[in-house]
């Protein structure tokens, strides 16, 4: 199976382990990930200003893209990517007034135009009929659950794992549609599949600081604490999330974390597909550890069978 | 030629600012067949109807139209003065001209024009009206009341009263409903089932009402005054002729399910009765959780009755009654755990609702009166009620606020700090409401004198945390985020229309409204009926409220009752469909479009008959027939198309 | 002092333009404060966002372009999530910045950014804050 997938800039460099394992999962599954040409940054939010609606081209453009090379879907792995992405589709598709001068904007674009040889003015306009899909809801719904987990050679059987989910997969619901947002359960079904225990913890869906890692960074460090503490408490061995601003928050910032929060243990956090391409076989020296502050191998190699 | 009068009101401002009346009365005064016309400020007041009399008097008319507000409103007003005046009340017809011209117009020059142009329409109908008799009808002067809590108890008991026979139908095996329930009734601090329960027996006794419990009204026709009802009594599997209620078997039995009555917080056997004070007190056997239905074993009932009173081989029987009213008294439940996700979905079971609380008080409840958390059975100390929740909220679960949650949380409360004297209550609310009678003076009672803290600000979540809740709030008066750690928490959820009302209102055909909750016939005026003639309302499943306005409601529906069964015959409105016999081919379109089965083939004279009794005057009949032999009284093709002709001024 | 309301406040351009640039119904709040209680930041925030919220229907500008609270909104929704009346408190948030930045300095541009956090922070971190916090 062939499918469309949009990276992002994220993906591309700072957290690159995200990508390769995530590829390399895919790949073992049967599913190749295309990257789609001439893509660029999708915005990092989704623009509410209602009197901003320019704002919106950025994360169009890369979908009616898509549209136009003949898919009808997308696959995305950075939660941001995943949470603008879906939610300017569903712009498009409710409001009449954003898709008409989105629309009438795109038809004139220069860039584009050049790009694909096409004139000024041609093409169809977008009405948000490409899908966006998180790469979990691909492993879920594309391939299965069933058959990733047939797929396991390496099953993750004595590692507790915590799952966090974060904000913007999972909100606002209404556009989102992605999981029940008071009680989700993909994260935890993933982790099943893989053979892995679920360390349930409160704090799985309050939101680590996002951006105020960087503007706040003592209200961002205080979120992160108490959700990492909590996962602790509730006997996880490490923390799995999906989102590289998350993991910014609740794994490179560690470090600090160490200093303010005297008694505070260190503990491993896996991006879900790190995971998924060890469960799948490969190496764990393979997997992009090097990224991380709070080195994941020891706790592989002690846990899981080789 | 016809003698009509035309009275046009000005309805103070209401009409007379924009329709220039003088203008009207002199123009239509010139109208062929009209012999008078007046207009006058408020036609409806004594002065203005006694204008319309002695002008029929006077002038000797026999055709009268007030042109003034919507007939819903007066119609019945003016036909009354007409007919006191000598004329045949359905020689007396409505123009709208406020409603339907001065209300929704701007312009006076057209307003006028158009004022004039409803009247003349109205006197070309009225030219052709004929003088028609109400029909009259005989009524079976018995009551079915469907609902056996304490708002249908009532209604029976009054109607009984009177001295008319009443069937009260209830599905559960016993009468009393969930103020059964209830622990202690507020402001007073009534035990609830003390209260009740002299009621109940009274109800179980009365010679005049004749109970039906577990069973279910399954089918309805025929109209006011005139129901055939069938209802089906449920098969209790054990003969309650000869059961006395010794109570031996539900003693006896091996099996534990967990009790309805208890909130799941206690068990009841396979065979058992809700609770002690049961009306009737006699059991019934819950077939999907029976061992002898399920697995064909045990049976031990049957061998420990001494009677012979159980009856594996019961079935359901469907009885066919005769009725002249029905109340309509259904009840409610409250919004399930498993709708609040914020609050744990229902799967903390520390995370109670308001209901389990009141049987975690209740001295014959699971506990035993002490307030022990159904998880380990701890006493609580630190409790937080949680008020609002699924109510006040349009986004995600119920608009309305349901109204008895504030009062009964200070009640909760107060009883709690009572059992627990060294517990601490928290409350958090967005508003206090205490409408009723001594509500306030309870509340303060509550929050001043019992040490119980009020926190204003709504619970954003509630989760588990090793053995206790954490309750996430916020006290917006401070304007600080709070957090508590909980041993129980108790969520006042919303009042919501009972299980199976939606179906049961199906049936009777009986309007409801966007939440389920029975609709009434005017939200001011008419509040016990419904707009189905024959239909009263009481209690909540006409919306949230108390017991004391349950109760006054009840009272109110029942007298409605009273009042219908009071008269000899019911009258039916004339206005029926008619049939012309010459013209009819007994094609029987007509028969499939009616929707109130008031048509009939005669098969010897090959035509279609009404049922003038059945016939509510819809006129669906008139719009199917190809022949145009069936035809409305007073409202024939030809009246309605020269009024169509004079609306446009032709 | 007592703060003086009258129509020209209430219903002044403030709240008009806060309602226009968010498309919230900010007259809906019946200020239940639930937004608050799920907020994860409201303990480092002056005024609280209910509290926000009540400062735009009532018109007070000023207290609301000096507030700490506007510039330390993560857009993580919860407050969203659980409004009984639906209110996007996270994009009135937004739109409330969009006007205190106007066309003045960023709060936090590229140049507040730290060199170490420009080379280590992902980039969807350093494009959030300054579309968020910088014009």
Known sequence: MKLPYYPGCTLKDRTSQLENTALAAAAKLGVELQEIPNWTCCGAVYPVSE???????????????????????????????????????????????????????????????????????????????????????????????????????????????????????????????????????????????????????????????????????????????????????????????????????????????????????????????????????????????????????????????? | MKRIGVFVCHCGINIAATVDVEKVVEEVRRYPGVAHAEHYQYMCSDPGQKLVQEAIDKHKLDGVIVAACSPTLHEVTFRRASENAGLNPYQCEIANIREQCSWVHADRGAATRKAIRIIESLVEKVKYDESLTPLSVPLTKRAMVVGGGVAGIQAALDVANSGYEVLLVEKQPSIGGHMAQLSETFPTLDCSQCILTPKMVEAGQHKNIRLLTYSEVEEISGYVGNFTVKIRKKAAYVNWDACTGCGVCTEKCPKKVDSEFNCNMGSRGAIYTMFPQAVPNYPVIDRDNCLYFTKGRCRICEKVCDLKAIDYEQKDEVVEEQVGAIVVATGYDTLPLDQLGEYGYGKLPDVIDGMAFERLL????????????????????????????????????????????????????????????????????????????????????????????????????????????????????????????????????????????????????????????????????????????????????????????????????????????????????????????????????????????????????????????????????????????????????????????????? | MRTELSANKVKGDFLAKVVELSGESILACYQCGCCSAGCPVAEEMDLLPNQVIRYVQLGFEDELMKSKTIWLCASCFQCHARCPRGIDISKIMDALRQMALGSGPDRCGPDEISAAELAGAPQQALVTVVRKLGN
């Open chain 1, 51 to 306: 009197t901003r609606i320019m704002n919106l081209v950025a994360p169009i453009r890369i979908l009616k893209e898509i549209g136009e090379s003949g898919a009808d879907r997308v696959v995305t792995i950075c939660d941001f990517c995943y949470n603008v992405l879906k939610r300017a589709n569903r712009a498009i598709l409710d409001d009449d007034v954003k898709r008409t001068r989105v629309n009438l904007f795109l038809s004139d674009d220069d860039r584009r135009w050049a790009a694909s040889g096409r004139k000024v003015g041609e093409g169809e306009a977008y009405d948000g009929g490409v899908k966006v899909l998180h790469y979990l809801e691909m492993l879920r719904d594309q391939v299965g659950f069933e058959k990733m987990a047939a797929a396991v050679e390496r099953p993750l059987e004595n590692l507790r794992l915590a799952p966090y989910y974060g904000c913007n997969l999972l909100r606002p619901a209404q556009e989102m549609n992605f999981d029940d947002p008071e009680d989700p359960s993909i994260m935890e079904d993933f982790i099943g599949h893989l053979g892995g225990r679920v360390a349930a913890f409160p704090y799985r869906t309050e939101c680590c600081g996002s951006f105020l890692g960087i503007s706040s960074p003592a209200a961002a460090r205080r979120l992160s604490h108490t959700i990492l503490a909590s996962a602790q408490k509730n006997g996880a061995d490490a923390v799995v999330l999906s989102c590289p601003m998350c993991f910014y928050n609740l794994e490179t910032k560690q470090k600090e974390l160490i200093r303010e929060f005297p008694g505070f243990q260190p503990i491993p956090v896996f991006f879900f597909t790190q995971l998924l391409a060890f469960a799948l076989g490969r190496d764990a020296e393979t997997l992009g550890f090097e990224e991380h502050y709070v080195d994941p191998l020891p706790l592989l190699q002690e846990r899981v069978s080789a």
């Open chain 2, 362 to 650: 209740s001295a014959s409840g699971p506990t035993g009166g002490e307030i022990r958390r159904p998880s380990d059975g701890k006493v609580p100390k630190e409790i937080v009620f949680v008020q609002c929740a699924g109510s006040r909220d349009p986004e995600k679960h119920l608009p309305y606020c349901s109204k008895i949650c504030c009062m009964y949380t200070a009640k909760h409360a107060l009883l709690y700090k009572h059992r627990v004297h060294d517990g601490q209550p928290y409350v958090f609310y967005i508003d206090v409401r205490t409408g009723g009678k001594s509500y306030e003076e309870f509340y303060h009672r509550v929050s001043e004198e019992e040490g119980v803290v009020y926190i204003r600000g709504k619970v954003s979540r509630v989760f588990q945390d090793g053995d206790q809740l954490i309750v996430w709030g916020v006290d917006t008066l401070t304007g600080k985020k709070v957090e508590i750690a909980a041993d129980l928490v108790v969520l006042a959820t919303g009042m919501i229309p009972s299980a199976g009302s939606q179906a049961l209102f199906s049936t009777l055909k009986l309007a409801s409204d966007e939440n389920g909750f029975l609709s009434e016939a005017h939200p001011k005026l008419r509040p016990v009926e419904s707009i189905q003639a024959g239909f009263y309302l009481a209690g909540a499943a006409q919306g949230p409220r108390d017991i004391p306005e349950t109760v006054a409601q009840a009272s109110g529906a029942a007298s409605k009752v009273i009042a219908l069964f009071s008269q000899e015959k019911l009258f039916h409105e004339p206005i029926v469909a008619c049939v012309d016999e010459d013209l009819c081919s007994g094609c029987k379109v007509c028969i499939s479009a009616c929707p109130y089965d008031a048509r009939e083939f005669d098969e010897k004279e090959g035509i279609v008959r009404v049922n003038e009794l059945l016939c509510e005057g819809c006129g669906a009949c008139v719009v199917s027939c190809p022949s145009g032999a069936t035809q409305q009284k007073n409202l024939t093709d030809e009246q309605i198309r020269e009024m169509v002709k004079a609306s446009l001024g032709e």
